[in-house]
Protein backbone atom coordinates (compact mmCIF):
# COMPACT_ATOMS: atom_id res chain seq x y z
CA UNK A 1 0.00 0.00 0.00
CA UNK A 2 2.88 1.96 0.38
CA UNK A 3 3.84 2.68 -3.59
CA UNK A 4 -0.08 3.85 -3.55
CA UNK A 5 0.14 6.97 -1.50
CA UNK A 6 -0.03 10.28 -3.25
CA UNK A 7 3.02 11.66 -3.49
CA UNK A 8 4.63 14.83 -4.70
CA UNK A 9 7.77 14.97 -7.33
CA UNK A 10 9.91 18.08 -8.85
CA UNK A 11 12.60 18.43 -11.57
CA UNK A 12 14.16 20.34 -8.90
CA UNK A 13 14.03 20.62 -4.98
CA UNK A 14 16.76 23.80 -4.30
CA UNK A 15 15.61 26.79 -1.70
CA UNK A 16 15.03 29.95 -3.54
CA UNK A 17 14.55 28.36 -6.83
CA UNK A 18 11.60 28.00 -9.42
CA UNK A 19 10.44 23.87 -10.00
CA UNK A 20 7.97 21.68 -11.75
CA UNK A 21 5.76 19.89 -8.67
CA UNK A 22 4.14 17.21 -9.91
CA UNK A 23 1.57 15.08 -7.41
CA UNK A 24 1.12 11.74 -8.89
CA UNK A 25 -2.37 10.46 -7.65
CA UNK A 26 -2.99 6.10 -7.99
CA UNK A 27 -6.22 4.78 -7.33
CA UNK A 28 -6.05 2.08 -4.60
CA UNK A 29 -10.03 1.03 -5.40
CA UNK A 30 -11.47 -1.65 -7.48
CA UNK A 31 -14.66 -0.17 -7.57
CA UNK A 32 -14.72 3.11 -7.75
CA UNK A 33 -12.55 6.21 -9.53
CA UNK A 34 -11.15 9.15 -8.66
CA UNK A 35 -12.94 12.07 -9.31
CA UNK A 36 -11.55 15.10 -7.26
CA UNK A 37 -8.22 15.92 -5.86
CA UNK A 38 -7.57 18.93 -2.95
CA UNK A 39 -4.07 19.63 -2.71
CA UNK A 40 -3.58 22.07 -0.01
CA UNK A 41 -0.74 24.21 -0.22
CA UNK A 42 1.63 24.90 3.27
CA UNK A 43 1.11 28.39 4.32
CA UNK A 44 3.67 28.27 6.96
CA UNK A 45 5.93 27.86 3.67
CA UNK A 46 4.21 30.15 0.89
CA UNK A 47 5.09 30.11 -2.36
CA UNK A 48 4.67 33.53 -4.30
CA UNK A 49 3.82 32.28 -7.20
CA UNK A 50 1.70 29.54 -8.83
CA UNK A 51 1.13 28.17 -12.19
CA UNK A 52 -1.31 25.30 -12.88
CA UNK A 53 -0.40 23.06 -16.06
CA UNK A 54 -4.23 22.39 -17.83
CA UNK A 55 -4.88 18.71 -17.37
CA UNK A 56 -6.79 16.48 -19.91
CA UNK A 57 -10.10 15.91 -19.16
CA UNK A 58 -10.24 18.12 -15.99
CA UNK A 59 -10.85 21.20 -14.43
CA UNK A 60 -9.12 23.59 -11.78
CA UNK A 61 -9.90 25.69 -9.22
CA UNK A 62 -7.62 28.04 -7.23
CA UNK A 63 -8.08 29.20 -3.57
CA UNK A 64 -6.02 32.12 -2.42
CA UNK A 65 -5.49 32.29 1.37
CA UNK A 66 -3.97 35.38 2.69
CA UNK A 67 -1.17 35.24 4.92
CA UNK A 68 -0.30 36.44 8.69
CA UNK A 69 2.66 38.05 7.80
CA UNK A 70 3.44 39.55 3.88
CA UNK A 71 6.63 37.41 2.39
CA UNK A 72 8.77 39.17 -0.23
CA UNK A 73 9.37 38.03 -3.85
CA UNK A 74 11.41 40.05 -6.51
CA UNK A 75 11.31 43.45 -4.70
CA UNK A 76 7.44 43.02 -3.86
CA UNK A 77 5.45 42.41 -1.02
CA UNK A 78 2.98 39.89 -1.06
CA UNK A 79 0.02 39.17 1.07
CA UNK A 80 -2.05 36.60 -1.02
CA UNK A 81 -0.84 32.92 -2.22
CA UNK A 82 -2.31 30.06 -3.55
CA UNK A 83 -3.31 28.27 -0.29
CA UNK A 84 -5.50 25.32 -2.56
CA UNK A 85 -5.37 23.62 -5.96
CA UNK A 86 -8.55 21.45 -6.70
CA UNK A 87 -8.70 19.27 -9.78
CA UNK A 88 -11.91 17.79 -10.60
CA UNK A 89 -12.60 15.41 -13.50
CA UNK A 90 -14.87 16.94 -16.16
CA UNK A 91 -17.04 13.49 -16.66
CA UNK A 92 -17.28 9.80 -15.35
CA UNK A 93 -14.19 8.38 -18.31
CA UNK A 94 -11.81 11.39 -17.19
CA UNK A 95 -11.41 9.91 -13.80
CA UNK A 96 -9.17 7.90 -12.21
CA UNK A 97 -9.93 4.30 -13.07
CA UNK A 98 -9.02 1.42 -11.21
CA UNK A 99 -5.94 0.15 -11.44
CA UNK A 100 -4.29 3.55 -12.85
CA UNK A 101 -2.83 6.74 -12.05
CA UNK A 102 -2.72 10.34 -13.02
CA UNK A 103 -0.11 13.29 -12.19
CA UNK A 104 -1.34 16.74 -11.95
CA UNK A 105 1.81 19.22 -12.68
CA UNK A 106 2.50 23.29 -11.30
CA UNK A 107 5.21 25.45 -11.69
CA UNK A 108 6.00 27.09 -8.44
CA UNK A 109 8.65 29.13 -6.65
CA UNK A 110 10.02 30.88 -5.27
CA UNK A 111 10.79 27.17 -2.71
CA UNK A 112 10.85 28.53 0.28
CA UNK A 113 13.93 28.51 3.02
CA UNK A 114 12.96 24.77 4.66
CA UNK A 115 13.98 21.26 4.86
CA UNK A 116 10.60 20.21 4.03
CA UNK A 117 6.79 21.07 2.43
CA UNK A 118 3.88 19.25 3.17
CA UNK A 119 0.95 19.05 0.75
CA UNK A 120 -1.43 17.78 2.31
CA UNK A 121 -3.89 16.39 -0.18
CA UNK A 122 -8.05 15.01 0.09
CA UNK A 123 -8.74 12.57 -2.49
CA UNK A 124 -12.54 12.00 -3.24
CA UNK A 125 -13.82 8.43 -5.05
CA UNK A 126 -16.94 8.28 -7.15
CA UNK A 127 -18.60 6.46 -4.35
CA UNK A 128 -18.75 9.54 -2.19
CA UNK A 129 -15.26 8.12 0.06
CA UNK A 130 -12.80 10.86 0.59
CA UNK A 131 -9.37 9.69 1.21
CA UNK A 132 -7.18 12.03 3.79
CA UNK A 133 -3.21 12.08 2.69
CA UNK A 134 -2.91 14.55 5.92
CA UNK A 135 -0.78 12.79 8.31
CA UNK A 136 2.60 14.50 8.65
CA UNK A 137 5.97 12.27 9.10
CA UNK A 138 6.71 10.42 12.08
CA UNK A 139 9.65 11.39 14.10
CA UNK A 140 10.33 7.65 15.07
CA UNK A 141 10.69 6.49 10.90
CA UNK A 142 7.27 4.51 11.03
CA UNK A 143 5.19 5.95 7.75
CA UNK A 144 1.52 7.05 8.84
CA UNK A 145 -1.65 5.41 7.40
CA UNK A 146 -2.13 8.33 5.42
CA UNK A 147 0.67 10.24 4.83
CA UNK A 148 0.84 13.45 2.89
CA UNK A 149 3.17 14.01 0.44
CA UNK A 150 6.08 15.45 1.55
CA UNK A 151 8.61 17.40 -0.99
CA UNK A 152 12.47 17.68 0.36
CA UNK A 153 14.32 20.83 -0.09
CA UNK A 154 17.92 21.49 -0.65
CA UNK A 155 19.76 24.58 0.86
CA UNK A 156 21.14 26.44 -2.34
CA UNK A 157 24.65 26.32 -0.80
CA UNK A 158 24.85 22.72 -1.06
CA UNK A 159 23.35 22.12 -4.04
CA UNK A 160 25.95 24.78 -5.82
CA UNK A 161 28.68 22.55 -3.97
CA UNK A 162 27.35 19.05 -4.80
CA UNK A 163 28.85 17.50 -7.68
CA UNK A 164 25.74 15.09 -7.84
CA UNK A 165 22.60 16.89 -9.08
CA UNK A 166 21.37 17.10 -12.06
CA UNK A 167 22.05 20.95 -13.54
CA UNK A 168 25.99 20.03 -12.25
CA UNK A 169 26.13 16.79 -14.48
CA UNK A 170 24.86 18.80 -17.39
CA UNK A 171 27.18 21.76 -17.19
CA UNK A 172 29.81 19.23 -17.34
CA UNK A 173 29.42 17.65 -19.73
CA UNK A 174 28.80 20.74 -22.37
CA UNK A 175 31.70 22.35 -20.71
CA UNK A 176 33.99 19.41 -21.30
CA UNK A 177 32.71 18.03 -24.64
CA UNK A 178 34.52 20.90 -26.75
CA UNK A 179 37.28 20.49 -25.02
CA UNK A 180 37.99 16.43 -25.65
CA UNK A 181 36.62 17.72 -29.50
CA UNK A 182 39.61 20.20 -29.28
CA UNK A 183 42.19 17.60 -28.14
CA UNK A 184 41.61 14.79 -30.42
CA UNK A 185 42.01 17.42 -33.60
CA UNK A 186 44.77 18.90 -32.39
CA UNK A 187 46.43 15.40 -32.27
CA UNK A 188 45.15 14.67 -35.46
CA UNK A 189 46.90 18.15 -36.86
CA UNK A 190 50.00 16.98 -35.82
CA UNK A 191 49.76 13.60 -36.72
CA UNK A 192 49.42 14.89 -40.07
CA UNK A 193 51.86 17.43 -39.88
CA UNK A 194 54.19 15.43 -39.28
CA UNK A 195 53.24 12.20 -41.96
CA UNK A 196 53.67 15.05 -44.36
CA UNK A 197 56.49 15.97 -43.42
CA UNK A 198 58.02 12.45 -43.50
CA UNK A 199 56.46 12.20 -47.40
CA UNK A 200 58.16 15.38 -48.26
CA UNK A 201 61.63 14.19 -47.12
CA UNK A 202 61.32 10.87 -48.69
CA UNK A 203 60.42 12.22 -51.38
CA UNK A 204 62.98 14.65 -51.82
CA UNK A 205 65.36 11.79 -51.22
CA UNK A 206 64.66 9.71 -53.98
CA UNK A 207 64.82 12.95 -56.28
CA UNK A 208 68.32 13.12 -54.69
CA UNK A 209 69.15 9.37 -56.03
CA UNK A 210 67.72 9.50 -59.41
CA UNK A 211 69.64 12.44 -60.22
CA UNK A 212 73.04 10.60 -58.97
CA UNK A 213 71.90 7.67 -61.34
CA UNK A 214 71.08 9.66 -64.59
CA UNK A 215 74.35 12.16 -63.73
Excluded at 41 to 68: C, F, M, N, Q, R
Amino acid sequence: MASAHVKVTTDSAVQGGYAALTFRVPNERDDASTTKIEVQLPTDAPLASVSVKPHPGWSYEITKTKLAAPIEAHGAQISEVVGQITWTATDSKSGVQPGEYEEFSVSAGPLPATDRMVFKTLQHYSDGEIVRWIQDPSTDGDEPERPAPVLRLVPKDDAASSPSTGTDRVSLAVDSTPAAESGVGSSWAIGLSAASLVISLACAATMIVRTRRTR
